[in-house]
């Protein structure tokens, strides 16, 4: 059984709006600062936001998505979101969540400090 689960990736037109989802066992979420990556097809893996259990966020994406992306987190039911507005055509990619190596850890963009990742979930937008 997989620790972490991504859902909510879809088809969408740019200017749509998806909200995905981070289902995790409380093992591996509890304590811990969670992330969003993404990666395109023959690209890096790359940070958009992280949030620390506290709720305080830190976003490491450029400013294409500042304003347009917002990460959540429920600590009741261990769940991570990324709500993502105003999607681009350049926002299609594969969309990861992760968890970071150490708890009550401060934030990082380097995905060797996430020890848990999801499968992954495709978004992908049409101009």
């Known amino acids: 059984q997989a620790d972490l689960a991504e859902s909510g990736g879809d088809l969408v037109q740019a200017g749509h709006s998806l909200r995905l989802s981070c289902t995790a066992s409380e093992s591996v979420f509890d304590r811990y600062p969670m992330a969003w990556f993404r990666q395109d097809s023959g690209g890096e893996r790359e940070a958009i936001a992280c949030?620390?259990?506290?709720?305080?966020?830190?976003?490491y994406a450029d400013d294409s998505v500042e304003g347009r992306f917002t990460i959540s987190r429920d600590n009741v039911n261990y769940n991570l979101y990324l709500q993502m507005d105003a999607l681009k055509p350049e926002d299609t990619a594969t969309y990861y969540c992760?968890?970071?190596?150490?708890?009550?850890?401060?934030?990082?963009?380097?995905?060797?400090?996430?020890?848990?990742w999801g499968q992954g979930t495709q978004v992908t937008v049409s101009s």
């Open positions: 949030i620390r259990r506290s709720g305080v966020t830190t976003r």
């Open positions: 992760a968890t970071h190596l150490r708890p009550f850890h401060g934030c990082s963009d380097a995905t060797e400090e996430y020890r848990y």
